[in-house]
């Protein structure tokens, strides 16, 4: 049973930043690809970053030049590095992995969820 633990969530303000972990209990480099979502109340979850195999990544347009998507295969863990954070930006932060299909930012895609993290930008 595939485990994914996420954690780094908490409250800033705008403009400062978090690094959000998500650390999987079986090895990252048999999934296909992960990524994080994210949902604000009253939302729909929606992409947020997702990482491949081979590294490569790909971001929605909002988050774009603030955010940074990243893995290390010794701790099976994922990260989302999160920069001049804005109030927008508020919302649970889920992780997530696939072992079907390469990098995509769609629910659909992806068999393994965490239990999420909160994150709250005031401003």
């Known amino acids: ?3 994914l633990v996420e954690s780094g969530g908490g409250s800033v303000q705008a403009g400062g930043s978090l690094r959000l972990s998500c ?3 079986g090895y990252i480099m048999n999934y296909r690809a992960m990524a994080w979502f994210r949902q604000a109340p ?3 979850r929606e992409g ?4 491949a195999m081979m590294s490569d990544t790909a971001y929605e347009d909002f988050v774009k030049g603030r955010f940074t998507i ?3 295969r010794a701790k099976n863990t994922l990260y989302l590095q999160m920069s001049s954070l804005k109030p927008e930006d508020t919302a ?4 997530a992995a696939g072992l079907e299909n390469g990098l995509s930012l769609r629910e659909k895609e992806y068999a393994y969820w965490g239990q999420g993290t909160q994150v709250t930008v005031s401003s």
């Open 1 to 3: 049973q595939v485990q």
């Open 23 to 25: 650390k999987s209990s």
């Open 42 to 44: 009253g939302q729909e």
């Open 48 to 51: 947020v970053a997702s990482t």
């Open 70 to 72: 990243s893995k290390d």
């Open 92 to 95: 649970m932060y889920y992780c």
